[in-house]
């Protein structure tokens, strides 16, 4: 099982230390291991990517896992135990970061305490799936802790060192205690004060910095005895830090942040720096409120002091750091599976983006998961693809339908002048369920391209995509669709087709409503069977009723009811014309008992 080995030290216990201080990227066996760590590092990151993208479904995980896993086992093979040190955003093995860029992923165990993690010979796809599992969760919304999830895990081959107390490695534990009693008597100090400020205790003043803690990385489990708090007591702290850090504290930094710009600072790089600060605080409170207070203010102040100005370079800087990689990645993360209580916030966020982010939110809008949310995002990107459609013509060619639908989506409300075109690369997919949708977009057209792309898919090699062909034709030109649809009836390729086919083509003829259809299928239902081809004939009036279906008007139904009258008729024809009546007569009166 996952086993925690706790230590009182900050500093790791000598068998698991890191090479001397000297470099051990100059010794030829380190740097090789480094490396082979790195490929497991490489393609756990891979994985997880894969994971979040497909988190539904579950029974893929330790596929997506295998590469991570062979890698895992090529070091154990060459080097054995692979042992990590969790850095704030980083694992490290002998002082060299593993991930080429920071992580979040880190810090959910160095949060925790965890400061090495070690994988043993033997470790399976499934504990590794369970610990990537772990590792994605979030115990700020709900999960359990880290700790907790990984002794629950059983995993025989895997083990984690925590770092628990007060000891540093300069100092006796004498000395350290004394300095622990010290922030213990200045809590309890706070807690006994009668001042009604109960947040006071949590502020500090110079004096406070005089004792110059500097070197305790973290104090875990300090116990102050006393009163215990009742319910009441709890949530009106709660009450008050909410009300503190919303109501007051982010508007008067706001505001003081404001003050130091007009107070005549030009110097771009610092405001930019402090602004970005600033920023970031908000998207971890997930307070795009102020972020488009922000923009908004820097918008005035640019048209007062003009484009140029120290106020111009830091709105663009500014607007520039929101759609930058991280910052993308943070929002998406926070839309993807949560219901927004203010869309239009989100929505105001990002179109103060520019062009150049756009990339990063397609690549983004493929782990949203609300189809609200994604709607949302595709809203926003409409204006960037009238004017650069490239980055969404080149994901029609994607192979996620749903990206390809989102892709279409946009291009269609953006309406662009080439979109036709666009569209007629989706025409070739293999995806039946998008070609048809988008034969349904390119059928609003109603231009003279769109209608000969349209009837060419009257040829295409799939029975459905030839039936919805057949339907939109007659939106365009229906004099045009009616003789290219009679040519197809006519063509001694068509018998070979199903009956399906037959009648769906034969009620397209009789939706275009011209005159010629209707006399074409009252020649048919006039047609007297003979010995031999009494079945033909048959069939055929079976099509002429469907024909009179489609057309759904006065004049059909009335003959529609004549078929029903003739007794002439064969029982088979008398019986589908009942059933084409009674829908015609809904679509005209919304009943169908309703005469006309």
Known sequence: MASPVARESLAPPSHV?????????SDPK????????RSVAYHLL???????????????????????????????????????KVDLTNFQLHKQDLFSEDSQLPY????????QLIFRPGFTVEELTAFTTISLSDPDRGAEDINAQL???QMPNFEYIMVEGFRMDEFSEEEVQVEVDKVVDYLQRRLRTASDDFLRFARVTEEDLEMKLDHVEQMRGVVITGITADPTFKARVQKDVHDEENQRLFPKLISA????????????????????????????QEDFTIINQVVLKLKAMEQRLGSDSAVGRLLRNFT?????????????????????????EIVRYLSNLGPESVPLWLDALEVIELPENRVLLCDVLIPFAKEQPDPFVNRLQSDKPQI????????????????IRFFATVLKSRNLAVKLEVMGIIARGRTGEARKMIAAMLEDDTQQVRIQAARVLPEFDREKAFLDLMKLVKDPKFEKRSAEEHEAIYSAIGSTGVTGALAYFTQLLQVKGGLFNKEKVKQDKILAVAGLGGACNIQTAKLLQEVIEDKSQPPEVTNHAKRHLGRVRKALFGSAEKEG
């Open 257 to 284: 942040v404001f003050q130091v710009v007009e107070s005549g600072v030009d110097d771009a790089e610092l405001l930019t720096d402090m602004f970005t600060q600033l920023l970031d605080a908000m998207l971890l």
């Open 320 to 344: 520039s750091h929101m759609g930058e990689e991280t910052r993308v990645n943070r929002v998406a993360d926070i839309i993807k599976t949560t219901r927004l209580k203010n869309p239009q």
């Open 404 to 419: 390809v639908r989102d892709m279409i989506y946009v291009l269609d409300r953006a309406n662009h002048p080439d979109k």
């Open 151 to 153: 002794w629950r895990a």
């Open 17 to 25: 230390l890191d090479a001397p201080d000297a470099d051990p990227m």
């Open 46 to 84: 891979k994985g997880i990517k894969m994971i979040g993208m497909y988190r539904h479904n579950e029974s893929k995980y330790g596929e997506y896992l295998m590469k991570a896993h062979a890698a895992l086992v090529a070091y154990h093979e060459e080097f054995g135990p692979l042992q990590l």
């Open 108 to 115: 959910k165990f160095f949060k925790d305490g965890i400061r």
């Open 30 to 37: 380190l740097k090789r291991q480094v490396e082979v760590a």
